[in-house]
């Protein structure tokens, strides 16, 4: 019976120390730290994200109180589109307004300019783009403030980088505020022929505001202004009979009218009577004379509320630009590359 007992216990031994003989012990120790713990590892690689390609060109910007800023390309074009085009448009025109801005600022880049030698850009609307500083964008945005940021932020990053080129190189990337239907071919303008500043057609109309305009003058204060400029127009007679022969532009404005015998163009006349486009018409009589005008601005490039109807239609940015200038690529553009 004793003998039966040991061989029991020398089995029971041997089945408890074969593992360990096998295996070892580090293979129990194995199995141990692998058993679950319902927790994930921890993933603790830190990804620096890459910088925009705007902020890798600074740009130099002339002030109004004749100080120099500069700021990466990036911030500037945000104080641009926010001052240029009302955040409330549709994203897409927003982007096509940021991508215009950006190649407008990169055509600039490297030229000497009189009126501020000594940066790449300045503020003023007559030479250069609208600029507004981003408080005072938040604050004349009211309540509306963080969420127009933000869109100003996304139109500017989602086209980083992209400009409108011709040829390979950055456009003059004009732009206005509404057209009468039409955008004007630049020749019409400047009087210089640009392949991609053709006239195409543009869809706003009655939703932009104050896109009919009507500004009427005295007699006497009609004179007074056209004299100083054409003192040879005769202003005598009838005033029913001061304009002649007007011939219409491709977009269906005024290229030029003759104003008591002086042909002037409707550029000329718009400048100097403040109108809001040359897309108008005349009437005069013994009460004074009054020009009934349509759209806002000089009427080359990309109409603004043009691009805005059109990204309500479903248009995306480049589609926009490439619907205004013609024959143009939207691609990537690094400046001096």
């Not at 022929?193 to 543009?202: E, F, K, M, Q």
């Not at 005769?234 to 104003?259: H, I, K, R, Y």
Request: hydrophobic share 40%.
């Amino acid at each position: 019976m004793k003998q039966v007992v040991a061989t029991a216990l020398a089995l029971l031994l041997v089945l408890f120390l074969l593992p360990l003989l096998l295996f070892g012990t580090g293979g129990l120790e194995q199995t141990e730290q692998a058993a679950p713990t319902g927790e994930l590892p921890i993933d603790r690689t830190v990804v620096t994200p890459s910088p925009s390609a705007d902020s890798q060109t600074q740009i130099r910007v002339a002030l109004t109180d004749g100080s120099v800023l500069t700021l990466g390309l990036d911030q500037y074009l945000w104080r641009v589109v926010a001052a240029e085009m009302p955040a409330s448009f549709e994203l897409e025109a927003l982007k096509a307004q940021a991508a215009a801005a950006r190649t407008y600022t990169l055509s600039k880049l490297g030229r000497t300019v009189e009126k501020h030698p000594d940066a790449d850009v300045c503020t003023d609307i007559t030479c250069c783009q609208a600029y507004i500083d981003p408080d005072q964008a938040a604050a004349n945005w009211g309540d509306n403030g963080a969420a127009y940021t933000a869109k100003i932020t996304s139109a500017v990053s989602e086209t980083d980088g992209m400009a409108v080129l011709y040829d390979g190189h950055p456009i003059q990337a004009v732009f206005f505020s509404s057209a009468a239907g039409r955008t004007v071919d630049a020749v019409e303008v400047w009087g210089n022929s640009v392949p991609y500043l053709t006239g195409v057609d543009s869809p706003e109309g009655d939703e932009v505001p104050n896109y009919h305009s009507t500004v009427t003058f005295t007699l006497e204060e009609f004179k007074s202004k056209l004299l100083a400029q054409y003192p040879d127009a005769d202003l005598s007679g009838d005033p029913a009979g001061w304009f002649q022969n007007t011939v219409p532009n491709s977009a269906g404005g005024v290229e030029q009218v003759d104003v008591g015998g002086v042909t002037v163009s409707g550029g000329a006349l718009r400048t100097l009577l403040g109108l809001r486009s040359t897309s108008f018409t005349v009437t005069a009589d013994s009460q004074g004379v009054t020009f009934s005008v349509t759209g806002y601005g000089h009427g080359v490039g990309m109409s603004q509320y043009g691009a805005n109807a059109l990204a309500k239609q479903g248009k995306t940015y480049d589609e926009i630009l490439k619907w205004y200038y013609t024959g143009v690529e939207v691609a990537p553009y690094t400046p001096g590359g």
